[in-house]
T-cell receptor, first 116, second 112 residues
Framework: ETGVTQTPRHLVMGMTNKKSLKCEQHLGHNAMYWYKQSAKKPLELMFVYSLEERVENNSVPSRFSPECPNSSHLFLHLHTLQPEDSALYLC???????????????FGPGTRLTVL | GEDVEQSLFLSVREGDSSVINCTYTDSSSTYLYWYKQEPGAGLQLLTY?????DMKQDQRLTVLLNKKDKHLSLRIADTQTGDSAIYFC????????????FGTGTRLTIIP
């Protein structure tokens, strides 16, 4: 596989469930990101990892818990979510967090999450 | 704080030019980007412009940057049905805190 992959592509869960989203990048990048995409709202940065270390947490509720076991994998663990958390969750990676160039971010296709 | 604004929708006839506009607030942005999201896919970088430039052209795409007004635009010439997508404007904070701030995205619909 090439690029950035995400699984599952679709997820329906109840408010009491625990589930995890998985992201894998095959690009040899050092930085990985979680974004939330909701209708009619700006794309929202949730977490940033650089070399497996979390460097940014944008005031995200604790019911979202990221994990980066190595530079190729990123997880988002979900627990007791609310219906308003329903959205498309996008993972992205870039060569490095800090770069002198334009530092393109490469996105996965996203996981469409529905919380009932 | 940073804020990036775009219109939510734009409809254009096939063959016409599309112009998607964006305003941003951070005057110290280093790079500004246009990303394209096709149905069922993630975002893909379409083009970018460095903040010391005011225009960039790449085939059918023209990016205009007005730093004084903090206004960025993307012009797509000879719009085709394959251009139907959501277009996101994004700005990049200065070196040392290089996160991207995205807008809401503009959904471009092509009318046959």
């Amino acid at each position: 596989e090439t690029g950035v992959t995400q699984t599952p592509r679709h997820l329906v869960m109840g408010m009491t469930n625990k589930k995890s989203l998985k992201c894998e990048q095959h690009l040899g990048h050092n930085a990985m990101y979680w974004y939330k995409q909701s209708a009619k709202k700006p794309l929202e940065l949730m977490f940033v990892y650089s070399l497996e270390e979390r460097v940014e947490n944008n005031s995200v509720p604790s019911r979202f818990s990221p994990e980066c076991p190595n530079s190729s994998h990123l997880f988002l663990h979900l627990h007791t979510l609310q219906p308003e958390d329903s959205a498309l969750y996008l993972c992205a990676s870039s060569q490095d967090l800090h770069s002198g160039g334009y530092n393109e971010q490469f996105f996965g296709p996203g996981t469409r999450l529905t919380v009932l | 704080g940073e804020d990036v604004e775009q219109s939510l929708f734009l409809s254009v006839r096939e063959g016409d030019s599309s112009v998607i506009n964006c305003t941003y607030t951070d005057s110290s942005s280093t790079y500004l980007y246009w990303y394209k999201q096709e149905p069922g896919a993630g975002l893909q970088l379409l083009t970018y412009i460095f903040s010391n430039m005011d225009m960039k052209q790449d085939q059918r795409l023209t990016v205009l940057l007005n730093k004084k007004d903090k206004h960025l635009s993307l012009r797509i010439a000879d719009t085709q049905t394959g251009d139907s997508a959501i277009y996101f404007c994004a700005e990049r904070a200065p070196f040392g805190n290089e996160k991207l701030t995205f807008g809401t995205g503009t959904r471009l619909t092509i009318i046959p």
